[in-house]
């Protein structure tokens, strides 16, 4: 069992030769096997709690800890904490021009295991995860992203999920841009995930849809930089009912 | 076949002396000059359109109309039946060849004391590829002159490696007769003292397909001129060019596509890297589709790609039309900075960040050295590439 622990985090941005505060002190604590939905209106900081998790250069932490299983989270860069088993499913995937998918997951699921591949076992892995995602085998040859629909850049974050297998997985709005067949699909491929390895998960929505597909354990509400509420899945049926309103200022 | 293209001649024109801001002007790319005498070109100002951008201050002693009888060491491998031999210079000035566009291809011509002779026989299907090497040792000043010709309907690559300690100027000829494949690849991996200044004419046959290849990796200057004129309809004209300038070096390469003759087509891909202060590149296309060139189809492309602060990437397309009946004509040009976001998106999955850069660049380069097709040099080029990164990477740390 491993357990992924946020203390007290404060996340500052740099903008304009200005520090601005996101996140005012965020404690959270996930273990092996649990899924957890953070959930939130925009611009709360959602993102920049995955950001900082991974360690995106762009996000200064200016004060609070992440732990993996005690490990300091904080001191590693950004490759490290790949390997140490965290892994983004980001909001929005980046292109990488002419490297090809193929080359890149196979980069990636030898620098996360330490060791190539057995090559037969890999491209089985490999085609069977794209079947299951209903990817077609041509993705393999494009390059990363490169003009990938919403959606397909969405099918190959869980398709790295599926293969790179990691520990805890942040989940930074897999369900926008999908339609509902894509969204079931997707969502197939965490759930395969979780019960393949009990991978922890973290689950970053704006809305309550892909709750119907990937059951979370705890609901945290999430409101300009702070966990508002926490709860059960009950507490996602509500804001489905009733939406972020009662969260925001006006209603001070 | 006749080599002759086109040969304009006409008097040198004088430099502007008004002010250091201003270029001698030039209407079209049609009018600048070319002759085999170097009085009509005079010794360039730096101000000139095509010296704008070169060091020319740091290239006159190969400008200097003299000649030092020096040479580079050759050393080839040539497959059977293809021959390497000598020409006079009067000989080849009255084949009609191109004749040379610059001062520096001009004093080449006059100085060089003859021409080496590549032959590759009609009908002949090469199975290797035609290796020279072209090594300087002490930094020896040298004229050279190189005439490559494909024998109609053959098969040929030719790979023309230079390495070592020189300062070379030269003036190459590549002609392709009627219906022959050619591939033509430059390779300049000069050490980093070392200037190199090119023309390089290719000549396209009726029907004939040629590819120029531009490998610029190594040497303080670098600058290659390559123009392509068509002797007869059906020809096709590929230039694909790879460069790498690390700091303090001065890489630029010319491209001049002259389409005078229907349904040919044309398509120039150069791709560059940049890192470390002062490195500098500059890519110049010229496309002309003249009124005769009905059918034409062209296409250009050049992207760089900055890696560190402090580089600096001239990139500049130029496309004449003087007909609407053509196939196609475009353009593109592009430079940017390394992107972060790639970088930590490829270490986001465990990649370290070394492996994650060469990976980016690697990609960067990935279509325009897919378009090479010579395997041996393709691989060497990636693993010059990735020495060039390490490197970089060896510094930053
Ligand atoms: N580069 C930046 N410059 C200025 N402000 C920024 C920058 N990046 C993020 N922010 C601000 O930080 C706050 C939190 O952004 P974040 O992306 O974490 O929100 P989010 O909850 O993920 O929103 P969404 O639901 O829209 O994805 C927002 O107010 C946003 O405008
Ligand atoms: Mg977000």
Known sequence: ?252 | MSLLAEKTQRPGLAPHTDSVATFVPDQSRAERTRSYAVADFPMPTGREEDWRFTPVDRIRPLLKDEATGLCLDWSETLPAGVRLGTMSVADWQSSGAPAPADRAAAVAAAHSGGVAVLDIPNDAELTEPVRLTLTGDDGQLVHGHVLIRAGRFSKATVVVAHAGHAAYSELVTISAGDGAHLTVVSLQEWDDRSIHLGQHDVVVGRDAQVKHIAVTLGGAIVRLNTNATYAGPGGSFEAYGVYFADAGQHLEHRLFVDHAVPHCTSNVEYKGALQGDSARTVWVGDVLIRAAAEGTDTYELNRNLLLTDGARADSIPNLEIETGEIAGAGHASATGRFDDQQLFYLMARGIPEAEARRLVVRGFFAAVVSRIGVPEVIGHLMSAIDAELEASVAVAS
């Open chain 1, 1 to 252: 069992m491993s357990t992924l622990e946020i203390r007290d985090l404060h996340v500052a941005i740099t903008a304009d030769d200005v520090q601005k505060e996101i996140l005012r002190g965020v404690t959270l604590t996930i273990n092996s096997g649990e899924t957890h939905a953070i959930m939130g209106p925009n611009g709360s900081g959602k993102s920049t709690l995955a950001y900082s998790i991974a360690g995106h250069p762009k996000y200064t932490v200016t004060s609070g800890t992440i732990t993996l299983d005690g490990e300091d989270v904080l001191a590693m860069s950004v490759d490290e904490r790949a390997r140490a088993g965290l892994f983004l499913a980001m909001q929005y995937p980046v292109e990488v021009p002419g490297v090809t998918v193929s080359n890149f997951l196979r980069t990636a699921k030898t620098a996360i295991d330490g060791e190539a591949p057995k090559l037969r076992t890999w491209v089985k892995d490999v085609k069977e995860a794209m079947g299951n995602l209903r990817m077609d085998p041509v993705f393999a040859e494009r390059g990363v992203n490169e003009g990938f629909s919403g959606g397909e850049k969405k099918r190959h974050e869980i398709l790295q999920l599926e293969l790179l297998k990691p520990r805890f997985a942040v989940l930074d709005e897999t369900d926008s841009g999908l339609d509902v067949d894509a969204l079931r699909i997707v969502s197939e491929g965490v759930n395969r995930a979780q019960e393949a390895s009990d991978m922890g998960v973290l689950l970053i929505t704006h809305y309550t849809r892909i709750l119907r597909y990937i059951k979370p354990d705890f609901v945290h509400v999430f409101v300009d930089g702070v966990i508002a509420e926490e709860g059960g899945p009950e507490l996602a049926d509500r804001l489905e009912d009733e939406g972020y309103d009662r969260f925001l200022p006006a209603a001070v």
